[in-house]
């Protein structure tokens, strides 16, 4: 299921909204995940998810004679709950 997807099944289950004001919602709050997960904020939602920033070291080698190095740099994981995990297998 993709974003615009999901847009219009929110539309058939939330009377009174259009498709406008619910793909307004998701992308505010898109956004807002992604603002709060460059501030190194943790996103999370109970019993579904957690979002949260894990550093990953910055490497370095030699490959043929040229000496090379990354940096370290901040990478988003995405955890499931295991309450989710247990529904989604459940079939619930």
């Known amino acids: 299921m993709n974003k615009t997807e999901i847009i219009k099944a929110l539309n058939k289950q939330i009377e ?3 498709v406008k004001s619910i793909s307004l919602v998701i992308d505010t ?3 807002l995940i992604t603002s709060e997960l460059k501030a190194n904020n943790t996103i999370s939602f109970r019993g579904f ?3 949260e920033n894990r550093l990953v070291k910055g490497r370095s080698g ?3 004679g040229h ?6 740099r901040l990478v988003p994981k995405a955890i ?3 309450k989710f995990k247990k529904e989604v ?3 619930k």
Not at 67 to 72: A, H, L
Request: proline share 0%; net charge negative.
């Open 80 to 82: 499931l709950r295991e």
């Open 49 to 51: 998810l957690t979002i």
């Open 16 to 18: 009174g909204q259009t």
């Open 67 to 72: 000496k090379w190095q990354t940096k370290d």
């Open 29 to 31: 709050l898109l956004e």
């Open 62 to 64: 030699d490959l043929a």
């Open 89 to 91: 297998q459940d079939g």
